[in-house]
């Protein structure tokens, strides 16, 4: 990765002259906008003017409006305008600003790279769309998280600043699990949300149980290793508290502080990351539950390093075991799901089965598999365009007992090489091998314990994707966001750490 060293434009206005523009502005729109967006303009105003004190705070309020999107979302002008998008917005001027008004070097790393292939592609299979709205709704939901990424490279300058985005994260993973319990524990999802012994499929905001699972499941990760990190600072000030005692209270009021503080952080994380596993279990997502055992699998592997491979076999097949042998004291309505997970796993034509109450979802999802791969078929270099599966999946449907599309293929990797074929598909795997990569370096080459940290939960994440993507679309209602945000933490920990008081980007073409 290469950190560029443009100068800055000469001549550029004073944050106090933007400030004054942005006054002027919200006096405009209050005469000239229409309710309630006249109403808006004050706070945005006042939210722009925090942004250019505080540029760190943009990233941090869009990753923290990801769960609470559709919360008070205000429709005008046939566009819903979701917290997630208000947010992006007032981020894009505080990126604008803080690009035009501060001397920093433009950053960028090789995610970029396969990432630009990806929308390049993206943009080309349009060509043979033949609905272009929903094409265009796929390329800003991927635009999106892309500026999310460079946003996070740009303003995060801190230790404070890198850690208040796990920090917003944990706080929508304990909502959003909070309201799942309330949900699953009084049945208060529609019949078809209903496990069995009593209990409800959570679905928190997001109105469905597998995008609140991967919600939660794209969060866990990090807040593992991040409570972990914490306890070590727990530790580490609680020594260094002792040792200042021995010079008296005044002496060790400073190091007192210091490990009240992390330790609140430490049981902020940890209660988070309990939060969020307690309300994967209840989403009753297999592909979740999968998808989390596979993260946390590999970041075992991964901070097992040193350890000879025989011990961490034995360690992961003693976990697979504990978690085998739990399932007898689960609740009869998980242990019929995990039973469901693991006769499920088989390939099969969906044309040559009946469908029954019993088999109706994996049917559907091979329904959906063989209809994505029929369109791969047909369009093998760019396929049917991007954002067209649902459109056009009448026209290569499968099975008769699913005329209609469920929202994707109920596998990612099908689904892109259906939209964007085999170009797409290769770009797509390209992408996420890019991130996996510079996760990986991050957690096993980096000399702090924060930035091995911050690279361990991207690694649990991005595997936790890609699991999970076989069998789902993880890549919807903005959950990009926060997983670009997350890469760009990686990306900052392997190269220019801003916890270790890093303040000049570092130059060469190094790349991950």
């Given at each position: 990765m290469r950190f560029s060293t443009a100068k800055p434009l000469p001549g550029l206005p004073a944050p106090t002259l933007i400030g004054w523009v942005l006054a002027v502005t919200a006096v405009l729109a209050i005469?000239?906008?229409?309710?309630?967006?006249?109403?808006?303009?004050?706070?945005?105003?006042?939210?722009?003017?925090f942004y250019l004190l505080v540029p760190a705070a943009a990233a941090v309020f869009l990753v923290a409006s990801v769960p609470v999107q559709a919360t008070g979302a205000i429709s005008a002008g046939g566009v819903e305008?979701?917290?997630?998008?208000?947010?992006?917005?007032?981020?894009?001027?505080?990126?604008?600003?803080?690009?035009?008004?501060?001397?920093?070097?433009?950053?960028?790393?090789?995610?970029?790279?396969?990432?630009s292939a990806y929308l390049l592609v993206m943009v080309a299979s349009m060509h043979d769309a033949q609905y272009l709205r929903p094409a265009i709704a796929e390329i800003y939901r991927w635009s999106t998280p892309l500026f999310t990424f460079l946003l996070v490279l740009h303003v995060v300058r801190s230790r404070r600043a890198a850690l208040a985005i796990p920090i917003a994260i944990g706080a929508g993973v304990l909502w959003q699990a909070t309201s799942g319990v309330i949900q699953s524990l009084l049945e208060l999802g529609p019949e078809s949300f209903a496990a069995g012994s009593g209990l409800s499929r959570a679905y928190g905001s997001f109105g469905k149980p597998n995008t609140y699972a991967a919600y939660l499941e794209l969060s866990v990760p990090m807040l593992l290793v991040l409570a972990g990190w914490g306890i070590g600072q727990v530790v580490q000030q609680f020594h260094t508290y002792r040792q200042s005692r021995l010079h008296g209270m005044l002496a060790s009021r400073a190091e007192r502080a210091s490990l009240i503080r992390w330790s609140g952080f430490s049981l902020w994380m940890a209660g988070c990351t309990l939060a969020g596993l307690v309300g994967i279990v209840l989403s009753f997502s297999r592909g979740a539950w999968l998808g989390t055992a596979a993260g946390l699998l590999a970041m075992l592997l991964v901070s097992a390093?040193?350890?000879?491979?025989?011990?961490?076999?034995?360690?992961?097949?003693?976990?697979?075991?504990?978690?085998?042998?739990?399932?007898?004291?689960?609740?009869?309505?998980?242990?019929?799901?995990?039973?469901?997970l693991v006769s499920q796993v088989r390939l099969f034509d969906s044309r040559q089965v009946i469908v029954t109450a019993e088999n109706f979802a994996s049917v559907e999802r091979m329904a959906h598999w063989q209809?994505?791969?029929?369109?791969?078929?047909?369009?093998?270099?760019?396929?049917?365009?991007?954002?067209?599966?649902?459109?056009?999946?009448?026209?290569f449907q499968i099975h008769p007992g699913f005329p209609n599309s469920a929202g994707h293929a109920h596998n990612y990797y099908i689904h892109t090489a259906a939209e964007t074929g085999t170009l797409g598909l290769a770009a797509y795997l390209w992408l996420i091998g890019t991130a996996l990569a510079v996760a990986l370096r991050a957690a096993r080459t980096t000399q702090d314990a924060l930035s091995r940290a911050v690279g361990l939960g991207a690694v649990g994440v991005t595997v936790a994707l890609m699991v999970h993507n076989v069998v789902e679309n993880l890549h919807v209602l903005s959950l990009g966001i926060q997983l670009a945000a997350i890469w760009a933490l990686a990306v900052l920990a392997l190269y220019n750490p801003p916890w270790r008081g890093v303040t000049r980007a570092r130059e060469g073409t190094n790349s991950a």
């Amino acid at each position: 990765m290469r950190f560029s060293t443009a100068k800055p434009l000469p001549g550029l206005p004073a944050p106090t002259l933007i400030g004054w523009v942005l006054a002027v502005t919200a006096v405009l729109a209050i005469l000239v906008l229409p309710r309630p967006f006249d109403l808006l303009a004050i706070p945005a105003v006042a939210a722009g003017l925090f942004y250019l004190l505080v540029p760190a705070a943009a990233a941090v309020f869009l990753v923290a409006s990801v769960p609470v999107q559709a919360t008070g979302a205000i429709s005008a002008g046939g566009v819903e305008w979701t917290a997630t998008k208000v947010a992006l917005g007032a981020a894009m001027g505080a990126l604008a600003i803080h690009l035009v008004t501060r001397r920093e070097t433009i950053r960028w790393s090789s995610i970029l790279v396969p990432y630009s292939a990806y929308l390049l592609v993206m943009v080309a299979s349009m060509h043979d769309a033949q609905y272009l709205r929903p094409a265009i709704a796929e390329i800003y939901r991927w635009s999106t998280p892309l500026f999310t990424f460079l946003l996070v490279l740009h303003v995060v300058r801190s230790r404070r600043a890198a850690l208040a985005i796990p920090i917003a994260i944990g706080a929508g993973v304990l909502w959003q699990a909070t309201s799942g319990v309330i949900q699953s524990l009084l049945e208060l999802g529609p019949e078809s949300f209903a496990a069995g012994s009593g209990l409800s499929r959570a679905y928190g905001s997001f109105g469905k149980p597998n995008t609140y699972a991967a919600y939660l499941e794209l969060s866990v990760p990090m807040l593992l290793v991040l409570a972990g990190w914490g306890i070590g600072q727990v530790v580490q000030q609680f020594h260094t508290y002792r040792q200042s005692r021995l010079h008296g209270m005044l002496a060790s009021r400073a190091e007192r502080a210091s490990l009240i503080r992390w330790s609140g952080f430490s049981l902020w994380m940890a209660g988070c990351t309990l939060a969020g596993l307690v309300g994967i279990v209840l989403s009753f997502s297999r592909g979740a539950w999968l998808g989390t055992a596979a993260g946390l699998l590999a970041m075992l592997l991964v901070s097992a390093r040193g350890l000879p491979i025989a011990r961490v076999a034995i360690a992961g097949a003693v976990a697979v075991a504990l978690f085998a042998g739990g399932m007898r004291y689960a609740p009869e309505a998980v242990q019929a799901r995990y039973e469901q997970l693991v006769s499920q796993v088989r390939l099969f034509d969906s044309r040559q089965v009946i469908v029954t109450a019993e088999n109706f979802a994996s049917v559907e999802r091979m329904a959906h598999w063989q209809t994505g791969i029929a369109m791969f078929q047909a369009e093998p270099l760019l396929g049917v365009g991007v954002g067209n599966y649902n459109a056009r999946f009448r026209e290569f449907q499968i099975h008769p007992g699913f005329p209609n599309s469920a929202g994707h293929a109920h596998n990612y990797y099908i689904h892109t090489a259906a939209e964007t074929g085999t170009l797409g598909l290769a770009a797509y795997l390209w992408l996420i091998g890019t991130a996996l990569a510079v996760a990986l370096r991050a957690a096993r080459t980096t000399q702090d314990a924060l930035s091995r940290a911050v690279g361990l939960g991207a690694v649990g994440v991005t595997v936790a994707l890609m699991v999970h993507n076989v069998v789902e679309n993880l890549h919807v209602l903005s959950l990009g966001i926060q997983l670009a945000a997350i890469w760009a933490l990686a990306v900052l920990a392997l190269y220019n750490p801003p916890w270790r008081g890093v303040t000049r980007a570092r130059e060469g073409t190094n790349s991950a």
